[in-house]
Structures are given as C-alpha cells and as structure tokens.
C-alpha cells in the first residue's frame, strides 16, 4: 500500500528542506532486507524528487502475522 501526501509542514533537523518521511511495515522482515531496501528506496526516491538522501527517513518495522489483518482475520 502507498500514500503520499505532498504540501505538508515538516522539519527534521531543524531545517524544513524538502524530505521524505516512509514507514515500511512487513511481516518477517530482517534487518539485512532493510538496509537492501533503504538503499533502494533512496536511490529511486532521490533520482525523481528534488531532495538527496540525508533527508530521507525510513522507519521499518517487522510485524508480527497475528497482529496483522486481512479478510476478516490475520496472517497468523
């Protein structure tokens, strides 16, 4: 699933520079698949929007298949 939203107030650092903010949410995800996707995601988000990777933030979370739903039950 993806949502973006443009035009919003944001400040990181202190400086409101164009950024990019994602949460990234997975069932079974590593932290080795995390860093592959940061890289990744940076990479495209950079050579199409008007900012460079220090302003990109990326919070991935490993879900647990209970905790997630889909068609009236979860994955787990």
Do not use: H
Request: aromatic share 10%; with cysteine; glycine share 10%.
């Amino acid at each position: 699933m993806v949502e973006l939203a443009g035009g919003k107030a944001m400040l990181f650092g202190g400086s409101n520079q164009p950024l990019a903010y994602m949460e990234c949410k997975s069932i079974g995800l590593s932290a080795t698949q995390a860093k592959a996707l940061s890289a990744s995601i940076s990479r495209l988000l950079t050579g199409i929007l008007p900012l460079t990777a220090e302003r990109i933030y990326i919070e991935f979370s490993d879900c647990q298949a209970e905790f997630w739903g889909w068609n009236s039950s979860t994955f787990g």
